[in-house]
């Protein structure tokens, strides 16, 4: 681009109506390319995260006078977009690292020449005819494993059976680990390990979904439930990062005669009821008498599933508390609350009664608004527990919701109009706002340029 920095910084403002503010800012003796972002609808605006960098990086490569970059997405009157007091939708990029998409193919492409012969010079071990019967015999160790640390049965010989079991399945896991490379006799497959190691090449240094899977079993999972304080990090764990490397493992199925559906959905199954109640004991009410008391009173073939359903029964009862003592809360403050629930729609790990609220707020004015939102944001963040799934909040007025100005509250708020439109089937009465909806579409209702 020519025609001065002046220029650039306005052809920078003129690409994207939602760009503020873009100017080179000198300081401490260093120019900054610094650029303001307004983000208004993930609808409009998808991967505020991604757009940012994406700025920082066009900023850098047009600006070469400048040395790191300034980018942040802002919310309405020019506040920074905060989570939990983090901002994720910020970028100080530096110019050593503005590195542009064919640097990042050329690189990608030399790893993978560097996996290729990496490979040519380890025996990797063959995964075909191993993982299979490995997974089957994990998920036997897994399901008794669960059921003596649910029922709190210490016979002998039983807990030597189990550490038995996993000390063997745990000899098989490292097998799928490849080997390192001989101390004299190998030193260049060492030498290219090492150099792919730095590349960063994914199929050669990065995740091994299958031994994440089988190593979290094997060797995590057994030594933390024993550990009342490693609760709440290993629901997390159960439900995020197994329960991940579990669906990259099921790809086995393409590879391999075996059929692997059954097992994978039987581990799959113990997992989430696993986060069930370990979700229940860390964040809901319940203590570990309550999981061998409903353990124990059943067949035992069944007792981590029958305690998980008990697990989810006290906490959609917990949940219903928090409807209600979220109405009290308004109540007490002179507001009438409307407070609707429903199953998350994609749970984390953390939201644990696993439900969302919409709390609706009927005004006589919608200049009442802003005040009022204010009061339900403390009731929320007094009675919602940490962790709770983001809460929808919007004004009825003359009992009609107004989407436009909807708040979606975690720990600070953030335009709800998107996450408004997934509760259409509890609040279809909304009232028309056609000026507003009208904000960003073209002629023909397709978004403007």
Request: glycine share 6%.
């Amino acid at each position: 681009m020519a025609g001065g920095e002046d220029h650039i910084l306005q052809r920078i403002l003129d690409s994207d109506r939602f760009i503020t503010e873009a100017e080179v800012r000198d300081e401490q003796g260093e120019a900054v390319a610094r650029a303001r972002l307004l983000h208004i609808s993930d609808t409009l605006q998808p991967d505020p995260s991604r757009r940012v960098r994406d700025l920082a990086g066009l900023m850098l490569r047009l600006l070469p006078t400048c040395e790191r970059a300034d980018v942040v997405a802002t919310l309405v009157g020019g506040h920074a977009m905060e989570w939990n007091g983090h901002r994720p939708w910020e970028s100080g990029l530096l110019r050593r690292y503005a590195i542009s998409e064919a640097e990042v193919a050329w690189n990608r492409t030399r790893g993978l020449v560097i996996q290729q012969v990496v490979c040519e010079h380890i025996n990797l071990p063959s995964r075909g005819h191993v993982v299979p019967a490995l997974l089957i015999e994990v998920e036997d160790f897994l399901r008794r494993l669960t059921v003596a640390w649910s029922i709190s049965r210490d016979r002998a010989e039983e807990v030597e059976a189990l550490n038995a079991q996993r000390l063997t399945l745990a000899k098989e896991v490292d097998q799928l680990l490849p080997p390192t490379g001989h101390p004299t006799t190998d030193r260049d497959c060492l030498a290219l390990v090492a150099l792919a190691q730095r590349e960063g090449v994914p199929e050669a240094a990065g995740t091994d979904d299958v031994h994440t899977l089988l190593s979290g079993l094997v060797y995590n999972l057994p030594e933390r439930l024993q550990q009342p304080d490693q609760w709440g990090s290993l629901a997390a764990f159960c439900h995020d990062i197994l329960t991940k490397a579990l669906l990259a493992s099921a790809d086995l199925q393409t590879s391999t005669t075996a059929d692997l559906d059954p097992v994978i959905e039987g581990i799959g199954q113990t997992l989430r009821d696993l986060h069930a109640v370990l979700a229940e004991l860390a964040w809901g009410t319940w203590t570990p008498s309550d999981v061998t008391s409903w353990a124990r009173s059943g067949p035992y073939a069944i007792a981590l599933a029958r305690t998980a359903s008990a697990a989810r029964a006290s906490a959609d009862h917990s949940a219903a508390d928090l409807a209600a003592t979220l109405a009290a809360k308004g109540q007490a403050r002179g507001l009438e609350l409307r407070v609707l629930s429903r199953a998350t729609v994609a749970s984390e790990a953390t939201n644990w009664p696993p439900v969302e609220f919409a709390i609706g707020v009927p005004l006589d004015a919608i200049d009442q608004w802003a005040s009022s939102l204010a009061q339900v944001e403390q009731i929320v963040d007094q009675v919602l527990p940490t962790g709770h799934a983001p809460t929808l909040m919007y004004p009825l007025i003359e009992g009609r919701a107004v989407a436009t100005l909807a708040c979606v509250r975690i720990t600070n708020s953030f335009p709800g109009a998107d996450s408004f439109a997934t509760w259409t089937e509890q609040l279809a009465d909304v009232a028309s706002t056609v000026i507003t909806d009208a904000h960003g579409q073209g002629p023909s209702g397709t978004s403007g340029g």
